[in-house]
């Protein structure tokens, strides 16, 4: 398996604009670093265990039941347009005292299970870069731990340019268009998951 290859494929994958990155940057804005950390954690440590889980089964049972895949698919497009619609009333429906919660570590760890790109790339790094022979077991690990190396600095950079906007974003009504902004860039990044899971 070529490392380098696979260091490549990770921070592309994880370093683009998806949903968990605009839900950081968010975090980012609206909670600061302290608070939106487990939701880093949660993200980096959840997304490498759903790597292990595609990697010892998963793959082979949506080869055979293909309609649990497009299942899960559906279910986690669904699950991100109401997080978009969330995002977008963040700054008029939440009250100081639900302001203080964003995303808990289990909560950020288990929307990996709804978030259809990272099943895209879960199942695209086990297939391109794990082999039938008897180290596919290591080969899955070790997918799994250039996940959790590379897919953390990632993480921590779109957390650190939401932390850079607050001193922009300095007054309610500018959180707010910014809020119904990242909604929309949501809702954007999931749109070639709808497409491939309606022409599927």
């Known amino acids: 398996m070529e490392l380098l290859a696979l260091a490549l494929f990770?921070?592309?994958?994880?370093?683009?604009?998806?949903p968990n990155n605009v839900m950081l940057l968010t975090s980012g804005v609206n909670h600061g670093f302290r608070k939106s950390l487990p939701h880093v954690l949660g993200i980096n440590i959840g997304f490498p265990v759903m790597v292990i889980g595609v990697g010892f089964g998963l793959v082979a049972l949506f080869k055979q039941y293909p309609q649990l895949y497009i299942l899960i698919k559906s279910i986690g497009i669904l699950y991100l347009l109401f997080l978009a619609?969330?995002?977008?009333?963040?700054?008029?429906q939440l009250s100081a005292q639900e302001k203080k919660r964003p995303f808990t570590?289990?909560?950020?760890?288990?929307f990996q299970w709804f978030?259809?790109?990272?099943?895209?790339?879960?199942?695209?790094?086990v297939i391109a870069f794990s082999s039938?022979?008897?180290?596919?077991?290591s080969d899955v690990f070790s997918i799994a731990?250039?996940?959790?190396?590379?897919?953390?600095?990632?993480s921590f950079f779109w957390l650190s340019v939401g932390l850079g906007m607050q001193s922009i974003l300095n007054k309610p009504r500018m959180v707010t268009w910014f809020n119904r902004l990242m909604a929309l860039v949501?809702?954007?990044s999931i749109i070639p998951m709808i497409e491939s899971t309606l022409y599927t």
């Open 145 to 154: 731990a250039a996940f959790l190396i590379f897919g953390l600095p990632c």
């Open 186 to 188: 949501l809702v954007l």
């Open 132 to 137: 039938v022979s008897n180290s596919a077991s």
């Open 105 to 110: 570590f289990m909560q950020a760890a288990l």
């Open 115 to 125: 978030n259809p790109k990272a099943w895209v790339m879960a199942v695209s790094a």
């Open 10 to 18: 990770v921070i592309s994958s994880s370093g683009t604009p998806g």
């Open 85 to 92: 619609y969330k995002i977008a009333t963040l700054s008029t």
